[in-house]
């Protein structure tokens, strides 16, 4: 890659300049500036080795801005530069916030295609978007306050916009710019550090960020998080406890640890569960608040209600006996008291989850697995657990406890659907009564129509069928299409997306 000289006699980008408004040599200086940071910026994420002129120009950029050097060097953490730093901390929150005047994501062609590619492939794509994102996030007319026309003319970046376009190149750098090679557990904390930077930078929390979906940043964020995981040592890191103690618990390192737990033993196999559970808890709170904030049922009128005084009905119970209203004493006398129903709809229902175990479905997996332990835990509701790939596995012994469960599927191999199916119908008992999860990609190749023949048949028996393609933290799972389609002619189609779609469903159903 060769050096891009900046030109010093450049008009700044956007167009030509307005009629009567000359460019001041401030301007002239100001977008070259900013220009050289973000050649330095494409140059480092598609070629590690540093470019000396960009490398030095860059230097003297950040100097003269009174900024630190290490907001060039990617091996520094953002954490640690904001330690040593703690007024660049306000800076970054919020750098990268769309202005609400001017949404980005009205902008023609910013929809971004779905992050499917190489990590590489994907931050270019994502780099590129959340540079628009910066330079659309200043006034719309272009005036930030320094060389701006009057008549809301070309934008003339001032020194606040190369400052800007510093911190920018930092965080884009940091987390974009993984590299290749081995990576170790110091190394993927400081990343998901950085990462948490980043979504603080756009306005949002890391959680919110993944939670986006489709072929947004989340899922760009997930894939690099995915491939670091899967360069680092992940058995030697284990089996140090110092080392493991600095890793995260995250989906990507979940779904490794669930593919590796068999050739892990000793101290290593003991890490490798307690980061199991500590994911498992952390996500079972969150569902677990989103259950309980979810409608509960109607109430039962059939059911008396308690004479208790919580439960009394005082306006009821008042206008009930206006006829024992005395004048002459001005008092109201009760001769029967009337209280509230508060008793609701409890009917016994059953929940029969069927999950694929293929690796495709790891999120999915995770999430409703907890899911299911959640529900269990519910009066009245009789929770059935079954994992599946070429066999089927009864797992309703250790539904209430979702790590046994996970510690108990084997990630990846093929599968068969009818076998699921086969042990899943003798426990349905009452088909009206009862609520059928089936969580899978539907790539089940020749024995596609056996495993749709089982579902018409289960579905027109009255039992709620509820097929499950993606209910994750992020991304888009790849659905078979022959499926996708069959079931929106059955009236149940696929459900993908949040979590939050699928609880509303069983709550619904279930209470």
């Avoid at 500036?33 to 120009?57: H, K, N």
Wanted: some cysteine.
């Amino acid at each position: 890659m060769s050096d891009p000289t900046p030109t010093t006699g450049a008009v700044p980008p956007g167009g030509t300049v307005p009629p009567g408004d000359a460019v001041t040599p401030g301007d002239l200086a100001a977008a070259n500036r900013r220009q050289v940071l973000y050649w330095r910026l494409l140059g480092r994420l598609f070629d590690p080795d540093e470019q000396p002129t960009l490398e030095s120009a860059s230097v003297a950029v950040v100097d003269d801005l009174g900024l630190p050097a290490a907001l060039l060097d990617p091996t520094v953490s953002v954490d640690t530069v904001v330690q040593r730093f703690p007024a660049l901390a306000d800076e970054l929150r919020g750098l990268l916030a769309p202005d609400p005047a001017y949404p980005t994501d009205d902008r023609p062609g910013d929809d971004p295609a779905p992050a499917t590619g190489a990590p590489r492939a994907a931050a270019a794509e994502a780099t590129a978007d959340v540079t628009q994102t910066a330079e659309a996030t200043t006034d719309p007319t272009g005036a930030t306050g320094e060389g701006d026309t009057a008549d809301g003319g070309d934008h003339r970046p001032g020194e606040a916009e190369v400052r800007r376009a510093a911190l920018v190149s930092k965080l884009l750098l940091n987390v974009f710019g993984t590299g290749s090679g081995p990576v170790s557990a110091g190394q993927l904390a400081g990343w998901q550090a950085d990462a948490g930077w980043f979504a603080r930078a756009l306005g949002t929390t890391p959680e919110e960020l993944r939670r986006q979906g489709g072929g947004g940043l989340g899922a760009t964020l997930t894939a690099l998080e995915g491939d670091l995981v899967r360069r680092m040592h992940l058995r030697e890191v284990l089996a140090d406890p110092k080392l493991a103690a600095q890793l995260t618990p995250s989906m990507s390192l979940i779904e490794q640890l669930l593919r590796d737990k068999s050739n892990l033993s000793g101290v290593a196999l003991a890490n490798a569960k307690s980061l199991i559970r500590r994911y498992v808890d952390e996500v079972a709170e969150v569902l677990r608040t989103q259950v309980e904030q979810t409608s509960v049922g109607t109430i039962d009128r059939s059911v008396p209600p308690k004479r208790v005084y919580r439960n009394l009905d005082l306006d009821r119970t008042i206008w009930q006996n206006l006829t024992n209203w005395s004048p002459e004493d001005e008092r109201l006398y009760v001769d029967r008291l009337y209280y509230r129903q508060t008793a609701r709809k409890t009917t016994p229902s059953r929940l029969i989850v069927v999950v694929d175990q293929s690796g495709s479905m790891v999120d999915s997996m995770v999430n409703c697995t907890i899911l299911a332990s959640i529900f269990a835990g519910l009066p009245k509701v009789d929770v059935h657990l079954i994992a599946y790939d070429t066999r089927a596995l009864d797992l309703t012994p250790w539904v209430h406890d979702p790590f046994e469960v996970l510690l108990r599927t084997k990630l990846g191999g093929g599968n068969d659907g009818p076998v699921a199916m086969a042990m899943a119908r003798p426990k349905i008992v009452e088909p009206r009564n009862t609520v059928l999860v089936w969580i899978s990609d539907f790539y089940e190749f020749d024995r596609s129509q056996p495993l749709f023949d089982g579902i018409e048949a289960v579905h027109r028996s009255g039992v709620r069928f509820i097929p499950v393609g993606s209910v994750s933290s992020s991304g888009q799972q790849s659905v078979n299409p022959w499926f996708r389609q069959r079931l929106k002619d059955l009236g149940t189609p696929v459900l993908s997306g949040h979590i939050r779609k699928l609880v509303f469903e069983l709550k619904s159903f279930l209470t």
